[in-house]
């Protein structure tokens, strides 16, 4: 069966990379549109004491931007005076100087702002006040430090995807013999990576289905985290299934020295049990994503269905 489809595709090569260019790119276009932060508060509770205080939190006109505040650690001076100067920073909704929060001529001011300080607005507010240069103040807080943090990592994150793909292009152009094997193989693994990104960006931060599958509204941001653990799995998943396919392939055409010959019999003897071995991890995370979280859930569907996609498109 596995060679009648593969002999089918060979056939219709063009129409079958037309149609499943069309699905990458869609997937691709919606990775781009990724925001990074936590998840939305309406996401991650619909019901209990959290819900109804967040529903009167929103009902009050405050809004959810004193979930996640800044602080501003005031080395000396007046912290009133800094509270009144981060006040005024575009953003920022409140500032707060508790008495108690004082020591040895230092002090904590509370910066409330206007949006959630892990969403994308509430990191812009962060650099808004940051780039104030407020006198004898450093801002911090556990947002601040999530934002920092999204810059460290996500500052080399490209450097690392490069070093990563340069080393497999050249451990597999020595096991192949060929440079258009192993780039070809580099290429579709981070398409299939971007693809995974992409599935996710839809179902859950745009939130096309996970209303729908786990009763979860649209995060309107993926875990900080999330596309770092995506890569590190789906990159050696997806390479073991190249490997073990195109060497297949690579015997059948030294033997044969038939391109479509070594397409057919590359498929045919490993499509069983490639495909088998990716549905068990398919249902592995299907069970995975009816554990509570969201972040579980966000974790199983990009995995699972990012396996998926790399078992049959790619």
């Known amino acids: 069966a596995w060679s009648a489809w593969a002999r089918i595709i060979v056939r219709h090569r063009y129409l079958a990379a037309i149609a499943s260019t069309?699905?990458?790119?869609?997937?691709?276009?919606?990775?781009?549109?990724?925001?990074?932060?936590?998840?939305?508060?309406?996401?991650?509770?619909?019901?209990?004491?959290?819900?109804?205080?967040?529903?009167?939190?929103?009902?009050?006109?405050?809004?959810?931007?004193?979930?996640?505040?800044?602080?501003?650690?005031?080395?000396?001076?007046?912290?009133?005076a800094v509270?009144?100067?981060?006040?005024?920073?575009?953003?920022?909704?409140?500032?707060?100087?508790?008495?108690?929060?004082?020591?040895?001529?230092?002090?904590?001011?509370?910066?409330?702002?206007?949006?959630?300080?892990?969403?994308?607005a509430g990191r812009a507010t962060l650099e808004r006040i940051r780039a104030a240069k407020?006198?004898?103040?450093?801002?911090?807080?556990?947002?601040?430090?999530?934002?920092?943090?999204?810059?460290?990592?996500?500052?080399?994150?490209?450097?690392?995807?490069?070093?990563?793909?340069?080393?497999?292009?050249?451990?597999?152009?020595?096991?192949?013999?060929?440079?258009?094997?192993?780039?070809?193989?580099?290429?579709?693994?981070?398409?299939?990576?971007?693809?995974?990104?992409?599935?996710?960006?839809?179902?859950w931060q745009d939130g096309f289905g996970s209303n729908a599958i786990w009763g979860i509204e649209a995060t309107q941001a993926i875990n900080v985290e999330m596309p770092i653990v995506i890569f590190a799995f789906l990159f050696g998943i997806s390479m073991d299934y190249q490997v073990f396919i195109i060497s297949r392939m690579r015997e059948a055409y030294d033997r044969t020295g038939s391109t479509e010959t070594a397409v057919v019999e590359g498929i045919g003897r490993t499509g069983r049990l490639v495909t088998s071995a990716a549905l068990i991890l398919f249902l592995a995370f299907v069970a995975f994503s009816a554990s509570p979280g969201t972040e579980a859930k966000m974790f199983a569907t990009a995995l699972g269905g990012g396996i998926l996609i790399d078992a049959t498109i790619i």
């Open 83 to 120: 509270a009144a100067a981060i006040a005024n920073v575009d953003g920022v909704q409140n500032t707060a100087t508790p008495t108690d929060w004082r020591r040895k001529g230092t002090a904590i001011v509370t910066v409330i702002p206007t949006a959630d300080g892990n969403s994308a």
């Open 134 to 203: 407020i006198e004898n103040a450093t801002v911090g807080g556990e947002a601040a430090q999530s934002a920092d943090f999204l810059d460290a990592v996500y500052g080399n994150f490209p450097l690392m995807i490069l070093a990563i793909s340069v080393l497999t292009f050249i451990l597999l152009a020595r096991a192949f013999r060929s440079i258009i094997l192993p780039l070809k193989a580099v290429l579709l693994n981070l398409l299939s990576v971007a693809a995974a990104w992409g599935l996710t960006v839809l179902v």
């Open 22 to 80: 069309a699905v990458l790119a869609a997937l691709v276009v919606a990775a781009s549109q990724i925001q990074l932060g936590n998840p939305q508060a309406d996401s991650l509770a619909q019901n209990g004491p959290a819900r109804v205080g967040l529903e009167q939190l929103k009902d009050s006109g405050i809004g959810t931007g004193p979930l996640s505040p800044f602080e501003a650690l005031v080395h000396s001076g007046n912290p009133d």
